[in-house]
């Protein structure tokens, strides 16, 4: 049911889509009910202050938190110049861990997260390749 939203909300924000969907699959397995221990919350695990940072509403209704990690991440591929890994890094570990590590930090959840959201980004391509024909 998010599809549509996702899709849409990619193409405003200059996201590929199937990026988009790995990350959330990555971040909550489209549950749009997901809190995390450290407090992040929906479909792509948006933190409360970064929620307000982005004027987000209810984040448990998936067409805010949709929104608001949407733009958070494209932020975040604005901020490392399109650079896909690096973007991903920041929306794991924060864009001041990437800018002060010059790269991906050395920490093993970030380097695991942005294989793991990568790995799911080329099956979700995949898939949309299949489903093209």
């Given at each position: ?22 990350l959330?699959?990555r ?6 009910g ?36 949407v733009?958070y ?61």
């Amino acid at each position: 049911p998010f599809l549509p939203t996702i899709e849409r909300l990619s193409a405003e924000h200059g996201l590929d889509p199937s990026l988009v969907k790995a990350l959330i699959a990555r971040e909550s397995c489209f549950d749009p009910g997901a809190v995390s221990r450290a407090g992040a919350i929906g479909l792509m695990q948006v933190m409360p202050a970064t929620g307000r940072e982005l004027g987000a509403g209810n984040l448990f209704k998936p067409a805010s938190n949709l929104d608001a990690g949407v733009r958070y991440l494209a932020e975040m591929h604005d901020l490392f110049d399109g650079d896909v890994r690096l973007a991903l890094a920041a929306y794991n570990a924060g864009p001041g861990s990437v800018r002060r590590f010059g790269g991906i930090p050395p920490y093993a959840e970030t380097r695991a997260y942005v294989e793991r959201v990568l790995a799911y980004q080329r099956r979700y391509r995949a898939l949309e390749l299949v489903a093209s024909l």
